[in-house]
Structure formats: structure tokens, C-alpha cells
């Protein structure tokens, strides 16, 4: 099983992670590390960091000539923008002149609940670690566990199906189709939706709001009976929906139809199988991959919503946790729409889950065992 910890703080010296747990004799390249880091910089909407980092991966062991050793992966990624905070975030020295707590949580963040849980005296203690810059980092673990779906004849993409009160009509989307679209800025399927959500973005910058969405991720050729019905941490989407409600901003997770489901009655709800050339299909794919907490050899479908981010021009009534005055809470630089971003990231954490639930059911120590037992000759 591949396991991982992500270390770093947003305006600190560098991010950095240790996996281990992935198969001997993985063939990779920094680039294919690198595709989905730059991905997640992209995105109508974004924020000035994104100019600043170029969130270039440095590997400090575990691959040799090409291909992973088995041993653990060492990773890190050095932060630009540390030049403009070593002061305010240096490690050892005294606390610089100008640089005072930050006593005011933004409602919405973690500031408040960090704040009293840690007994901290400045909130940027929690802004630090909470921010989703950590997301860089299981991006790029990401990379390593989708060569290895890759490899085993699994494909994973993921596009956006909503920005703010824009929508696309809710459809089965394949890869192939997800793939054909190349120039998006928000990763998503329509040109003439996406103007509407560029539009929406630009009357939120004006506004100084932010926009949260919808995504959706796709995974085909999963092998059947994925995850286990046996117990209650074993099961699937369960483990899937925990990955991708872990990152920063989301606050709900759906497979298929989702809440939809509930609106209809049971012979319209569940997907009925047919014979087409001594081949047992479905007719449809409402249940989005899983059935049981197993995978049901059906496309994968997650579709994940995301909150407005916290941080905005616009600023919400707050109150001081050290004086109880009533103020309003702080603005620092932040993007207006991360949706794309946050899709790229489920990408990997959802490609990551699904490569444990590979190995927990074939097992195998080096891609040549892994291969052999799910693609056997």
C-alpha cells in the first residue's frame, strides 16, 4: 500500500513529501510528475501566487535511472515567494518589527477552530498549514499513482461542470470527450458555458467575491470488486469520498446521480443489466462505478462541490479573539475561482486510493508482479 506525508507552509522555504509504498521498476519522468503541478496552476480565476511558483519538483531519492527503487520518495518543492516572507516566517529568529498577530478569523477558514484547538496567539500559525498550497505536494504524489493506473490500462480525467450559478447539463461524459478539450481555461466542456463562467468570474472580481463550483472526475477500466462490502472502512466510495472531501474547500461528494437519486423511484434509480453479444452491460450508469462499496466495472463517476474560498476583498463581519471587539476580517492575496484547480487535485488523490485498492486485492511488490496479476496473459 502506498502511503504519504506532505510537510510545509504556504510562505515557508519549500513543501516537501515522503511516499513509500510504490511498486519497484515504475517507469516515470520528471515530466509526467510535472504535467498535473502545472495543470493546477491554471485556471481563469486564479490568483497572483500562481505567477510567482513554478513548483518545480526536486526528487531526493527512491528513483534511479528512470524507475522507482521501492524505497521511500523523497520530494520537495522550493516556494519563490519565501523571499518576500523569511522574515515573518522565519524558523528560530525573533518575531520582526511590523509583523503583528493575526487575532481576526475569516469565517469560512480554519482560523477560528485552529485558533482554540492549538491555543495559538496568531492565526497565521493556521492560515499557514491549512492553505491549499499543501495540495501541490499530493498533486505530485498523484503523478506516481497515475502511471500506475496508466500502466494497468486505467485512464482518469476530470472538467468542470460548474462556476457559481453556471451549469452544465448534467451528462455521462467519457474521457475521450474529456480529453478532446484542450484550450478551456476553467477545464470545462462548452465554449458557450464557459464564456458564461468567465463572465460570472469577472463580475466576482469586480465585485471582490469569490465563486466556488462543481467537478466532476472520470475513471474507466477499473477492474471489478474494487473495495469490499465486509466492513464499513473497506468499502469504495466511502474511501473514495474521505480523499476527496479532504481537500481544502469541498463540502460534498456524490457518485453518479448523487442526491438525484433520492427524487426518484427504484426501478428508474438503479441500472439494469442487458446481453449485448454474450457481454453482461448496463443500460445506464446511475450508480457511478460503485455498487456495495465495490466497483462495479462501470465507468468510475465523482462529483465533487466546492465552497466560494474563505479569503476575499469583500471583507465579513468577524470578531477578535484576543480583545472580543467586533471587526471585520482581514483580506491577504487569494484567487477569485479555484474550481479547475481543486479537480486536478481530486485527480490525484482519487488515482491514489484507487491504486491501494489495486494492490490490496492483487498485491504485488514490483510492477512486473503487479501487472502479471491484473492484466494476466
Known amino acids: 500500500m502506498i502511503r504519504y506525508l506532505t510537510a510545509g507552509e504556504s510562505h515557508g522555504k519549500g513543501l516537501a513529501v515522503i511516499i513509500e509504498g510504490v511498486p519497484a521498476g515504475l517507469e516515470i519522468t520528471e515530466e509526467e510528475i510535472m504535467v498535473d503541478l502545472k495543470r493546477r496552476k491554471l485556471g481563469y480565476g486564479r490568483g497572483g501566487r500562481q505567477k510567482i511558483e513554478t513548483d518545480q519538483i526536486e526528487v531526493l531519492s527512491g528513483i534511479r535511472f528512470g524507475k ?25 529568529n ?10 481576526v478569523p475569516r469565517p469560512g477558514h480554519a482560523d477560528f477552530a485552529g485558533f482554540n484547538k492549538y491555543k495559538f496567539d496568531d492565526i497565521r500559525n493556521i492560515l499557514e498549514r491549512s492553505s491549499a498550497r499543501e495540495t501541490t505536494m499530493r498533486v505530485a504524489v498523484g503523478g506516481f499513482a497515475k502511471k500506475i493506473l496508466k500502466t494497468l490500462g486505467v485512464e482518469i480525467a476530470s472538467y468542470v461542470d460548474g462556476v457559481g450559478s453556471v451549469s452544465l447539463a448534467r451528462n455521462e461524459i467519457g474521457i475521450e470527450e474529456i480529453r478532446k478539450n484542450t484550450t478551456s481555461q476553467l477545464a470545462t466542456l462548452n465554449s458557450n458555458t464557459e464564456n458564461e463562467m468567465m463572465a460570472d468570474i469577472d463580475k466576482a472580481v469586480k465585485q471582490g467575491v469569490s465563486l466556488g463550483g462543481t467537478f466532476t472526475v472520470v475513471v474507466e477500466g477499473l477492474p471489478i470488486g474494487l473495495g469490499s462490502y465486509v466492513q464499513w472502512d473497506r468499502k469504495l466510495d466511502a474511501i473514495l469520498a474521505k480523499a476527496v472531501m479532504s481537500i481544502q474547500a469541498i463540502k460534498g461528494v456524490e457518485f453518479g446521480l448523487g442526491f438525484e437519486v433520492a ?7 438503479h441500472d439494469e443489466f442487458q446481453l449485448e453479444n454474450n457481454n453482461i452491460t448496463r443500460k445506464t450508469n446511475n450508480a457511478g462505478g460503485v455498487e456495495g462499496g465495490m466497483s462495479n466495472g462501470q465507468p468510475l463517476i465523482i462529483r465533487a462541490a466546492m465552497k466560494p474560498i474563505p479569503t476575499m476583498r469583500t471583507v465579513l463581519k468577524s470578531v477578535d479573539l484576543v480583545t472580543l471587539e467586533e471587526k471585520d476580517s482581514f483580506f491577504e492575496r487569494a484567487d477569485v475561482c479555484a474550481v479547475p484547480a481543486a479537480a486536478v487535485v481530486a485527480e490525484s488523490v482519487v488515482a491514489l486510493e484507487l491504486v491501494n485498492a489495486i494492490l490490496e486485492k492483487f498485491g504485488g511488490d514490483s510492477m512486473a508482479e503487479l501487472i502479471s496479476r491484473v492484466n494476466p496473459k
Open 68 to 92: 522507482t527503487m521501492a524505497s521511500p520518495i523523497a520530494l520537495i518543492v522550493i516556494n519563490k515567494d519565501f523571499a518576500n516572507w523569511e522574515a515573518k516566517m522565519s524558523s528560530f
Open 94 to 103: 525573533e518575531r520582526p518589527e511590523g509583523c503583528e498577530p493575526i487575532t
Open 263 to 269: 427524487k426518484l423511484t427504484g426501478d428508474k434509480a
